[in-house]
T-cell receptor
Framework: GEDVEQSLFLSVREGDSSVINCTYTDSSSTYLYWYKQEPGAGLQLLTYIFSNMDMKQDQRLTVLLNKKDKHLSLRIADTQTGDSAIYFCAETGNQFYFGTGTSLTVIP | EAGVTQSPTHLIKTRGQQVTLRCSPISGHTSVYWYQQALGLGLQFLLWYDEGEERNRGNFPPRFSGRQFPNYSSELNVNALELEDSALYLC???????????FGPGTRLTVL
């Protein structure tokens, strides 16, 4: 369960949707999380999903979980320049593992 | 309600020195976690304390240690500092073990 993988970079135009993907390995994870980190700051919890759910929607954020493939995604609708940040997925089961982070750049 | 606080904000040390970082959890939270975020790398789990006890430890050498006090605040100690210890050290707290973690702003440690 040590490898939580994310693509490193994503660039989108303002107003488009962003999709950030994550694969994890610990099937015992009970919660999966998305955090946002702005430059020089700590991590801000965005949303989380229970492992027995397939989807969770929270305003502009949609989390999809494919437990069979151990794949988690975060979709940000109508992406704004303020969404530019690094996004981390994380799993907490027996251990606590964070992905390497995806740097999202929103182009005005 | 106050969030997780960490002190100091920034710290500069030289190789071989020792450093102590501090963290105060959200009121009512009993678990405190420490992570290292080196430049260009993701978060690496360091330590988890709950109810004053060390519950789990990441893959770091013994010169990284810590403790949790009766008021649930925590210290992270790093001895014999090395250049590669330069990183942002993040503390998080949760109501209990394996619950949602809420992060502090971090302490930026630079080792020269």
């Amino acid at each position: 369960g040590e490898d939580v993988e994310q693509s490193l970079f994503l660039s989108v135009r303002e107003g488009d949707s962003s999709v950030i993907n994550c694969t994890y390995t610990d099937s015992s994870s009970t919660y999966l999380y998305w955090y946002k980190q702005e430059p020089g700051a700590g991590l801000q919890l965005l949303t989380y999903i229970f492992s027995n759910m397939d989807m969770k929607q929270d305003q502009r954020l949609t989390v999809l979980l494919n437990k069979k493939d151990k794949h988690l995604s975060l979709r940000i609708a109508d992406t704004q320049t303020g969404d530019s940040a690094i996004y981390f997925c994380a799993e907490t089961g027996n251990q606590f593992y964070f992905g390497t982070g995806t740097s999202l750049t929103v182009i005005p | 309600e106050a969030g997780v606080t960490q002190s100091p904000t920034h710290l500069i040390k030289t190789r071989g020195q020792q450093v102590t970082l501090r963290c105060s959890p959200i009121s009512g939270h009993t678990s405190v976690y420490w992570y290292q975020q080196a430049l260009g790398l993701g978060l690496q789990f360091l330590l988890w304390y709950d109810e004053g006890e060390e519950r789990n430890r990441g893959n770091f050498p013994p010169r990284f240690s810590g403790r949790q006090f009766p008021n649930y605040s925590s210290e992270l100690n790093v001895n014999a500092l090395e250049l590669e210890d330069s990183a942002l050290y993040l503390c998080a707290s949760s109501p209990g073990g394996a619950d949602t973690q809420y992060f502090g702003p971090g302490t930026r440690l630079t080792v020269l």
